[in-house]
């Protein structure tokens, strides 16, 4: 069985910072696009940064550029988000993913974790 579990959410101000984790069991993160994708209250679904494997490439959202890092452990089979200068308009639950096609992008994600909500405060 395949899972995710993420975790790291929690309440910070605006302006503080955060660490997401995102453990992987049953797939190797590294034969996998893997990244991060956010829901606010109401809105849809957005990715926030992205691993390929077609291309090697780690990609960010312009709503998150340079103030968020994606990193990986792969002897850990773990992935991280490391968020900074966090905002109000980034609370929202982070969902951690993986997709065997290699290429990023929800449509292209295969397995999900659960979440873990951010709620930053102003």
């Known amino acids: 069985e395949v899972q995710l579990q993420a975790s790291g959410g929690g309440l910070v101000q605006g302006g503080g910072s955060l660490r997401l984790s995102c453990v992987a069991s049953g797939i190797t993160l590294d034969d996998y696009a893997i990244g991060w994708f956010r829901q606010a209250p109401g809105k849809e679904r957005e990715w926030v940064s992205c691993?390929?494997?077609?291309?090697?490439?780690?990609i960010y959202s312009d709503s998150v550029k340079g103030r968020f890092t994606f990193s990986r452990d792969n002897a850990k089979n773990t992935m991280f988000l490391q968020m900074t200068s966090l905002r109000p308009d980034d609370t929202a639950t982070y969902y951690c993913?993986?997709?065997?096609?290699?290429?990023?992008?929800?449509?292209?994600?295969?397995?999900w974790g659960k979440g873990t909500l951010v709620t930053v405060s102003s």
């Open positions: 691993y390929s494997t077609f291309d090697g490439l780690t």
């Open positions: 993913a993986a997709g065997a096609t290699g290429l990023c992008g929800a449509e292209g994600m295969d397995y």
